[in-house]
Every structure is written in C-alpha cells, then in structure tokens.
C-alpha cells in the first residue's frame, strides 16, 4: 500500500502568513493526489485535485504543487476562516485510497 | 444540489450489526462510483470501502475486510454500508464521498467530491 506522510502534523500561524504544508507518498503517484480541508464537526472539503488544480470556489490563496513522490499546499495569505486539518489523498491506486495523517492549522 | 445525506448511525454492542445508508440527490447516482470514509474521535480520515458505479467493482480495507459490506441500489440513488461484528475500535464519524472522474492535462483524474455530514457509529457496552 502506498503510505502518506504529511508535515508538519501541527503548525501555529497568524492572520496574513504564508503556510506552506508538505505531503510525501512513500513511492511514486504522478499527480493523483487531493487536498482537504476538515474544521471541527464538519465534513471534509476538497481544496485541489490533480495535485494542482483548485477546485471550484475555493479561493486562489490556496495552490497545491508537486508531482511523483513530494506535494505541498500553500496557503498565500492565512485567513482567519482557514483555521483547520488540512489531509493529502493518494488516488493512484486502490485499494486503498489512503489519506496523509493530517496536518491542524492554528492561531498563533 | 448536489448533496449526500447519511443515516442509522447510532450505539451498538460490540460484536453487533448496523446499517448505514447514503441518500444522493442532484446528480446521476448511477453514474459514480461511491466511498465510505470513517474518522475516529480525534483521529485521521480512513478510506473503508468503494464501490462500482454498476456493482461490478468492490474494495474494502484490510480493517474491514469480511465484516462489512457496500452495496447500493441505483433506483434509489442510494449507498448503503452493512457493519457486522462491529468492535469498538469501529467506533468512528462514517461520511459516504463520491468519486468524481475527468480530465486534466490530458490525464484522467479522479477524487472525492462532495461528502456527506457524517453519521457517528459508536461500539461499547
């Protein structure tokens, strides 16, 4: 199976700074990986698909990068709505369609 | 609108069983192929199961393998997830996703998108 390691698992960030979050897949998935965005009680979003495609509606701060084994979300300019978990998926193959452990996002 | 509704959630003993459904609207159910998630309390997101657009195709992971059964019914636009010999460590947020399929650059790629608002199964005694 193919392993997803996100870091940080934790970061403490104020309004208006760039975050940067870093997805690693354990062996080569071209672009087949997703981003989301999870607040507490809530479902999870989809941020962007294809590694870098932002998904309708979501606001152009966030861009996702990255191909083969190493992705990263940027997050331009912290908001205080995006406060949140944010998880990469794999969609290369399945079973499973595995999800990175998650990395919270909070106020500094 | 596109939406994905879960139900029959609840507290079940362990080694008991429950059914979760999947009630779609505003697309072509029988279209899609289908996905249960779970998330633990305070837990990350586990993929637990898919299904085929037609039923062909059905996986399941390694946790669950044997106990629990996906199924759906097209003229219902409905996903249902059988949950048998449920442990306590199934005890979890269960959201059904759809998998949605296009293509970018050339490439036919593939996510889950939207998901439904979760129904919590909890297993004790």
């Known amino acids: 199976d193919i392993q997803l390691t996100q870091s940080p698992s934790f970061l403490s960030a104020s309004v208006g700074d760039r975050v940067t979050i870093t997805c690693r897949a354990s062996?080569?998935?071209?672009?087949?990986l997703a981003w989301y965005q999870q607040k507490p009680g809530k479902a999870p979003k989809l941020l962007i698909y294809a590694a870098s495609t932002l998904q309708s509606g979501v606001p152009s701060r966030f861009s996702g990068s990255g191909s083969g084994t190493e992705f990263t979300l940027t997050i331009s300019s912290l908001q205080p709505e995006d406060f949140a978990t944010y998880y990469c998926q794999q969609l290369n193959s399945y079973p499973p369609n595995t999800f990175g452990g998650g990395t919270k996002v909070e106020i500094k | 609108e596109v939406q994905l509704v879960e139900s029959g959630g609840g507290l079940v003993k362990p080694g008991g069983s429950l059914r979760l459904s999947c009630a779609a609207s505003?697309?072509?159910?029988?279209?899609?192929?289908m996905n249960w998630v779970r998330q633990a309390p305070g837990k990350g997101l586990e993929w637990v199961s898919s299904i085929s657009s037609s039923s062909s195709y059905i996986y399941y992971a390694d946790s669950v393998k044997g106990r629990f059964t996906i199924s759906r019914d097209n003229a219902k636009n409905s996903l249902y997830l059988q949950m048998n010999s449920l442990r306590a460590e199934d005890t979890a947020v269960y959201y059904c996703?759809?998998?949605?399929?296009?293509?970018?650059?050339?490439?036919?790629?593939?996510?889950?998108?939207?998901w439904g608002q979760g129904t919590l199964v909890t297993v004790s005694s």
């Open positions: 505003g697309f072509t159910f029988s279209s899609y192929s």
């Open positions: 996703a759809r998998r949605s399929i296009t293509m970018v650059r050339g490439v036919t790629q593939n996510w889950f998108d939207p």
């Open positions: 062996q080569g998935i071209s672009s087949y």
